[in-house]
C-alpha cells in the first residue's frame, strides 16, 4: 500500500508523476530521520564536553588558588627569615646569623647567594633584597599561573562545546521541518503544490545537511 491513500479519478492506484512524488517523500523521510538522530547524538556528545571542560576549569582554578596562597606564604616566610637575619647579621651575632641563614628555604638560597655576590654593603646599585633578584622563583607561583591558564582554556573549550550543542540542537529543528514537509506532501491531491512542499523539504534538508557538514564532530 502506499503512502497516499488517495485514489485517482478512475479509481485506480497512484501512477507516475504520484509515484515519483511518493518515493521522494520517503527518501526525504529517511534522511531526515536520520539526521534528527545524528544531530541528537552530537548533541549529547558536546554537552558531555561542555559538562567535563567546565568541571575541568573549576577544578585548575581550585588548585591554582590554593598553590597562589602557598607561594605568598613561602613568600612572606622567605621576607621574614631575611629580614632577621639581616637584622642579626648587622648586630654582628655570628651564632643567630648562621641559625636564620639555615633556615632558608630551599628556593630561597639561589637567590640569597646571588644578591651577597653583589656585596650590598659597598655596592649601592645592589638589589635590595634577594626577593627582588631574577634568581628568586616559586615553584607554588609558577604552578598557580600554569593551572590558571589551564582553566580559562578549558572554560574556553566549554563555552565552545556549548555553542556547538546549541548548533546542533538547531540543526534538529531543521530535519524536525523537513519531516514535517515532506509528511504532509502526500496529503495534497494537486501534484503542483505536492511538488513545491517536496521541494521545500528538499531545500531545508540540505541546509540542514550543509550545517551537518560543517560542524565538528565529538
Known sequence: MHISEELSPSGSAPQGAERVYELLAVVLLSLATLGIAWSGYQAARWSGLQSRRYAQA???RSQANRASTAASQNRLQDLLNFNRWLE????????????????????????????????????????????????????????ADRLERLG??????GKASTDHTDAYVLTTVFF????????????????RMRAAVL??????LGYATFRILTLPFA
Do not use: C, K
Open 58 to 60: 573549576s577544578t585548575a
Open 88 to 143: 642579626v647579621s648587622t648586630e654582628g651575632n655570628q651564632e643567630l646569623t648562621t641559625l636564620y641563614q639555615n633556615r632558608f628555604r630551599a628556593e630561597f638560597r639561589p637567590a640569597f647567594e646571588a644578591w651577597r655576590a653583589q656585596d650590598p654593603l659597598h655596592n649601592p646599585t645592589a638589589m635590595a633584597s634577594p626577593l627582588a633578584m631574577p634568581q628568586y622563583r616559586l615553584a607554588d607561583s609558577n604552578r
Open 152 to 157: 580559562d582554556r578549558r572554560f574556553e573549550e
Open 176 to 191: 524536525a521541518a523537513v519531516l514535517f514537509f515532506a509528511g504532509i506532501s502526500t496529503r495534497f491531491e494537486w501534484l
Open 199 to 204: 521541494v521545500f523539504a528538499a531545500l531545508g
